[in-house]
């Protein structure tokens, strides 16, 4: 079997830290987001992985991190092609497979593998979707789901749930994609579903091994329901006071320094002050000096 991994976003919510990291390559609990992503599919050992921000770093890491899976990469120059458009432009690895998987490299999830063959084959569908009850408060786009089946994407009849950022796609998908670079898989299901040319079937998964990391807020939540209050990294030195705060490999922070709610990346060395929910890293070229954060004895600070 083989599954797609999208990781090609620039991380913008992640700024200063994904000016030099690509956000697949964020450590929750010591282990790369992307890690996650490809230790969630059981079974599959061959990935393809989108790629556009820093390509480079994560070419380099998968077939070291897994050396018993093979990994391609494809490449996105000039836009990010969107979900759509990132699936077809993999055509060639995925339109001879039965069904192939698709995961957001931002989320961590237990996919059920198994259930999402079972539902798409069960309703002749083009692809399944895993769907969940939101939490409650959160903002989404509604999925709603009657009878086994999705019914739309914003609008619809049934449940209104929300996506897991995980499915099962039948490579008759491509039959039905626009020629066109730049789109939304989303798009396509919602044609689909309005023509009546294809079911978009849907598994509702409740599961507690769930977590978005789409801001550093949440991905605090996702480090501390994973691993405890605070998180401190590889090599990394802490002489100061943490509260509810994560520490990156190889960092040092000194006597009298206080971190509560913050995220200190890779190699930041901080000598005095006290921080409060703030993203912080190390100075680097390139990070724009017009950036909304504070530069500061070598330290860019972002509030979150």
Request: with cysteine; aromatic share 8%.
């Amino acid at each position: 079997m083989k599954a797609m991994v999208l990781a090609a976003g620039f991380g913008t919510r992640f700024q200063p830290v994904t000016f030099t990291l690509p956000k697949p390559l964020v450590p929750v609990c010591n282990k790369p987001l992307i890690a996650w992503a490809v230790e969630s599919l059981p079974g599959i050992d061959h990935f393809v992985v989108n790629l556009h921000h820093l390509p480079d770093a994560i070419r380099d890491y998968l077939p070291r991190a897994f050396p018993h899976a093979r990994f391609d990469f494809s490449l996105e120059e000039g836009a990010i092609l969107g979900t759509g458009g990132g699936i077809r432009r993999v055509r060639k690895f995925m339109e001879n497979e039965e069904e192939f998987f698709l995961v957001n490299g931002d989320t961590i999830q237990s996919v059920s593998v198994d259930a999402l063959r079972s539902a798409r084959r069960e309703h002749d569908a083009v692809a399944a979707l895993t769907l969940r009850h939101p939490p409650e408060g959160d903002r989404f786009t509604p999925v709603y789901f009657e009878h086994g089946c999705i019914t739309g994407f914003g609008r619809g009849s049934g449940q209104a749930l929300m996506f897991s950022g995980s499915q099962c796609i039948s490579p008759r998908v491509f039959d039905h994609m626009p020629d066109k670079d730049v789109f939304s898989i989303i798009d396509v299901y919602q044609r689909l579903i309005d023509s009546g040319r294809g079911a978009i079937a849907g598994v509702v998964d409740d599961g507690p091994t769930w977590f978005d990391i789409g801001t550093p807020r949440r991905y605090l939540a996702a480090s501390r329901a994973l691993c405890g209050d605070h998180v401190v990294g590889a090599r990394s030195v802490v002489e100061g006071t943490l509260r509810d705060s994560i520490v990156w490999d190889d960092c040092r922070i000194a006597a009298g320094v206080t971190l509560d709610g913050c995220i200190v990346a890779h190699g930041t060395t901080i000598e005095r002050g006290e921080y409060r929910d703030a993203l912080i890293c190390r100075d680097h070229p390139a990070i724009p000096r017009d950036f909304d954060g504070t530069f500061v004895d070598g330290l860019v600070i972002r509030a979150i």
